[in-house]
């Protein structure tokens, strides 16, 4: 799960600096509006704070559940948002880039969802043997 999270935060990390910072290479300058401008820089923010939290995540999956869960909610999102785009929004010649996009986020995501029960079998493993023991036959009766 580890290499998942941090393979995650890269891709992260890459959007955020095409957005922030390579926008107007990347982007037909001429048709970005200044409230587009404004939105690519918000999303490039946003990306660098899931890009913390995922690498942040990678160091101990396991007590990190919660950044797992976002990420499953975050590549499930992105890959929906990038068949809507190919199917419904974007012309045949401006699609590759969501195309792209979507494969990498589908292959990452099915990483994730396969990780998963691994990380948490091995959080259930770690626990202590009194907490092992109360789990299996309840608090005591008195």
Known sequence: ??????????????????????????LAAADLSP?????????GILYLAITYVFWYAAGDPAANRGAIYAAIVFLGLKTGNDLYDLLVLLPP????????????SLALLVAVLQALPRT??????????????????????P
């Open 35 to 43: 409230l587009l401008r404004a939105l690519a820089n918000a999303l």
């Open 120 to 141: 948490l079998a091995s959080q259930r493993r770690a626990a202590p043997p009194a907490a092992r023991s109360l789990r299996r036959t309840g608090p005591p009766n």
């Open 93 to 104: 010649n401006a699609a590759l880039v969501s195309l792209a996009d979507l494969v990498i």
């Open 1 to 26: 799960m580890s290499a998942v999270l941090r393979v995650a935060a890269g891709f992260a990390l890459i959007w955020a600096l095409l957005l922030l910072g390579f926008k107007e290479r990347v």
